[in-house]
């Protein structure tokens, strides 16, 4: 059966100016299998919201592809969109910017459900209670404003909205970065429990790739715009093949102490490079701690670096997170 | 010309050292008063204001009765100024209501759709901008002739730019809020999300907006029934009272007082509203 979800050879330019561009995205292949969750992991810059937004077809690649369930949607404009929009949501990283603060929870709720579901006022309504309830709320939020409510409850009022007109594919973009860390738990077994029990489609990006392999079965790293290793979670976490997610697993502390104390990390020189002038060759070589001379020359392709795990490195597997 | 006049009449008019809550205060207050003389009406005074008696003629305020004096055809100058309440209101509000809503879609859409719509779009606002409103009133009421449904009309049309101006620029920053991509997740069509997020968005903004167009648009019809182009005549207005009242200015003053306190006040509440709409919304107020 075809992936959910899947870009190919995508690449996605913001114009900064006359003739300056910045290619957020470059040359990524990234397939959803049905009913997969799957991790996108990689520092601020790297591209891990513009590949969220595109694959919602929310912004136009300069190239590239963007398939959904097996249709080519990648110039569709948004009228034909429309229809589709229902079965891909998304969860928002601010659940302050992105609930409307004029408008009651409620109708946040039953709004998409009369437009696309054609439900009267008191089904649409009874809907959105059922929906507070699943996300964790009393029935009564449904009257409050978003301003009435805390950045835990909102975020939950977010993942309410997009489960109204029950997805296939949810992705869900930093949704608890800008929570509180007690809330954090809290909103990621959320969604890890929607997705089981609706059988949903995950794309969950994520800087924080201890949390994000906890509830998926794959993880994709992004670095400056382009796919540097993607396998099953467990794996990547364990034995990551890229040097670049050695040093995002080692940069995790491990909750003991005394062990985090002796621990050897790994530490990145420098700032990462930027997007507007990648390095040549393999983008990660200026802060590689194993980089030698063909780096600088030659792009790695991502290719297998153990069954079913891939990485983008000359030397894939050579370092390890102490 | 007619916004420039009304933009030097504000200026002029515009109490200095008022901050928030007082300027909503004397707005209120102003508004109360309009309020109260535009539901009351001629009533208040107790005379017909379209009763001519010849024998009653530049009766000075207090003589038989009149308490603000008649005018050269022994009409009762108070119940003609309260009657131009009503007139003056009408006015405005209907010439407001078509202003904002043809400038807020003209906006919107150009704020909405890029590419060449919004080009087209925000061309027709620059030239309408630059327009001699004046003279194309007075062309088209030449020709349409006086009469309440032209004046607002006409009027409508020369208060659209104000409207279309400010919702452009605003709905420039509003379409990148967050909550308007997700209502175009959601898989809502353009109406629902320029009417609905984007739309509650600008109330503020359009409400700051109206309350000075709603001036401008008092001191343009004043204006016009000044130059006779506008109510028609024999309507209590208070631009055609002003008018009338010139050749008696040394003789019966009181003709004079009674509808320029009027307009003064009209002028100076919505004023006063508007500035504290817009100190209150924060920079919401950029409608000059």
Same mark, same amino acid.
């Given at each position: 059966m075809s992936p959910l979800a899947e870009v190919r050879g995508l690449v996605v330019r913001f114009r900064l100016g006359p003739g300056r561009h910045l290619t957020a995205l470059d040359g990524v292949d990234l397939a959803l299998p049905r009913g997969a969750a799957l991790a996108l992991v990689g520092e601020s810059g790297s591209g891990k919201s513009t590949l969220g937004l595109t694959l919602l077809r929310a912004l136009r690649p300069a190239a590239g592809r963007v398939l959904f369930d097996g249709m080519?949607? $990648?110039?569709?404009?948004e009228r034909r969109l429309r229809p589709l929009r229902p079965r891909m949501q998304l969860v928002f990283q601010d659940p302050y910017a992105s609930l409307d603060p004029h408008l009651a929870v409620g109708r946040a709720l039953t709004e998409p459900l009369r437009v696309h579901r054609g439900l009267g006022r008191a089904d649409a309504a009874a809907r959105a209670a059922e929906l507070l309830e699943t996300v964790g #709320?009393?029935?009564? $939020?449904?009257? =409050? =404003?978003?301003? &009435? #409510?805390s950045g835990g409850q909102r975020q939950r009022v977010g993942i309410a909205r997009a489960l109204a007109l029950e997805p296939d594919l949810l992705v869900a973009d930093e949704p608890v970065s800008a929570l509180d860390v007690a809330t954090r738990a809290q909103i990621v077994a959320l969604l890890d429990e929607v997705r089981q029990a609706r059988r949903l489609t995950l794309l969950l990006i994520a800087h924080d790739l201890a949390l994000a392999s906890q509830v998926s079965d794959r993880v994709a790293v992004l670095h400056l715009g382009q796919v540097v290793e993607e396998g099953p979670a467990a794996d990547v976490v =364990?034995?990551? &093949?890229h040097p670049y997610t050695a040093a995002l697993v080692s940069a995790t502390p491990d909750p003991d102490p005394r062990i985090e104390r002796g621990r050897s990390r790994i530490v990145l020189r420098g700032e990462p490079p930027s997007p507007l002038a990648p390095p040549p060759g393999c983008r990660f070589h200026p802060r590689c701690p194993i980089a030698r001379d063909v780096c600088a020359r030659a792009a790695p392709p991502l290719r297998e670096a153990r069954p079913g795990q891939r990485a983008a490195c000359h030397?894939?597997?050579?370092l390890a997170p102490g | 010309m007619i916004a420039q006049d009304a933009g030097l009449s504000r200026r002029l008019l515009r109490a200095p050292r008022l901050r928030g809550p007082g300027l909503l205060l004397a707005g209120g207050l102003g508004l109360a008063v309009i309020v109260v003389c535009t539901l009351a009406g001629p009533a208040l005074a107790g005379f017909d204001p379209g009763h001519v008696a010849t024998a009653d003629r530049?009766? +000075? +305020?207090?003589?038989?009765?009149h308490r603000l004096g008649t005018d050269q055809l022994g009409r009762d100058v108070l119940a003609r100024t309260l009657a131009g309440f009503r007139w003056s209101l009408a006015v405005a509000l209907g010439a407001s209501l078509i202003g904002a809503g043809l400038g807020t879609a003209v906006g919107l859409a150009a704020g909405w759709y890029e590419g060449w719509p919004r080009a087209v779009l925000s061309r027709a606002i620059e030239t309408a901008i630059a327009f001699p409103y004046l003279v194309l009133t007075l062309a088209v009421i030449a020709v349409a002739g006086h009469g309440f449904w032209a004046l607002v009309v006409v009027l409508g049309l020369v208060s659209w730019v104000t409207f279309a101006r400010v919702v452009l620029a605003e709905s420039l920053v509003v379409r990148r809020r967050e909550y308007v991509l997700a209502a175009r997740l959601l898989g809502l069509g353009d109406a629902r999300v320029l009417l609905g997020p984007v739309l509650r968005a600008l109330r503020p903004t359009l409400l700051v907006v109206a309350a000075f167009a709603f001036a401008d648009l008092l001191v343009a019809e004043a204006s016009l029934s000044f130059l006779g182009v506008g109510a028609p005549l024999g309507t209590p207005s208070w631009g055609s009272m002003l008018a009338e009242s010139r050749a008696y200015?040394?003789?019966? +003053?009181w003709l004079l007082y009674a509808p320029a306190a009027a307009v003064v006040l009209a002028v100076l509440t919505a004023n006063l509203l508007g500035d504290g709409l817009a100190q209150r919304w924060g920079g919401a107020g950029r409608a000059e």
């Open positions: 080519d949607v $990648t110039d569709w404009d #709320l009393p029935a009564g $939020t449904a009257a =409050r =404003r978003p301003h &009435q #409510l =364990r034995r990551p &093949q030397f894939a597997g050579e | 530049l009766l +000075p +305020p207090g003589a038989g009765g200015v040394f003789t019966a +003053p």
